[in-house]
């Protein structure tokens, strides 16, 4: 069957059936392999620029700002603030891999027109993408978690299971960016994206202070953010976790992504499939 290419976003298109809607873990796994060749011929030039960025901030404001900022939580500002640039990382690295990446490879080097010709379907591709950013962003996380243990900043034996929770986080991340990448007609709408959207997340959700002297109503906010979360989780398990609320964090990760994963399956079918 040939296919043809819409760049513009032309609706959720019909429904479909629970069938149709979910992938084949064998061409999941083919689409993911393919994901990781291209990284491991480019890493040096991906990572580095994505790690630097919570490193600078681990630097400047946990031990720059941290010699003037009392204990938070009983804990010293650089060690409140290393676990939550974990998260950080995380979601940096996964918002970048399903923005940019995946529009140029759907609209602009048109892989996917080239990838559903296989029996490769969209459920798989998007499957595929996901595991993949979600591998990347855990790539990430995991090397700054290994550089935060080496400054001494964690205090707990639990953060050994960081990154597999981590990969949750990026998973939730990753389907949320992927979502946006699928619903919008231009690439000029990342600027909303990004201002709007991953940068307000950074700045408060969690990282840098705590909501306890805050009005009820900001935690609150934040609770809905997924970058919170995740940083209740990386903290909690680099300082000591309380099981149920790590538990607590975790389902809102997995339902978030499973609640969004039919929007792009949805849009990408009817986007990339006549």
């Given amino acids: 069957m040939a296919l043809q290419f819409e760049p513009g976003f032309r609706g959720l298109g019909p429904r479909l059936g629970l069938g149709e809607l979910l992938p084949s873990p064998r061409h999941a796994l ?23 960025d919570p490193l600078f901030y681990l630097m400047a404001i946990g031990f720059g700002l941290g010699t003037y900022v009392a204990n938070i939580n009983g804990l010293p500002y650089k060690d409140f603030i290393a676990p939550g640039l974990i998260a950080s990382a995380t979601m940096w690295s996964s918002a970048f891999e399903t923005t940019y990446n995946v529009y140029f490879r759907m609209n602009e080097l048109r892989l996917y027109d080239a990838v559903l010709s296989t029996p490769v379907e969209v459920p798989d ?54 979502t946006f990448t699928a619903l919008i007609p231009k690439i000029d709408l990342y600027s909303y994206f990004f201002t709007l959207g991953i940068t307000p997340m950074f700045l408060f959700s969690g990282i840098f202070f705590p909501f306890d002297r805050l009005p009820g109503w900001v935690e609150g906010v934040a609770w809905v953010t997924p970058l919170y979360h995740l940083v209740e989780i990386t903290r909690g398990m680099a300082t000591g976790p309380d099981g149920l609320q790590i538990a ?18 949805r849009a990408g079918r009817n986007r990339l499939v006549p």
């Fill in 30 to 52: 083919a689409v993911w392999r393919r994901d990781a060749l291209v990284f491991s011929k480019l890493w040096r030039g991906a990572l580095l620029p994505t790690f630097l």
């Fill in 125 to 178: 591709l998007v499957a595929g993408d996901l595991l993949w950013s979600s591998t990347r962003a855990t790539i990430y996380g995991t090397v700054f978690l290994v550089i935060v243990a080496a400054f001494g900043l964690v205090s707990s034996p639990w953060a050994i299971a960081i990154p597999p929770l981590v990969f949750i986080g990026g998973l939730c991340f990753s389907v949320i960016g992927y």
């Fill in 248 to 265: 607590i964090h975790l389902a809102w990760l997995l339902a978030v992504s499973a609640a969004l994963f039919t929007v792009p399956v």
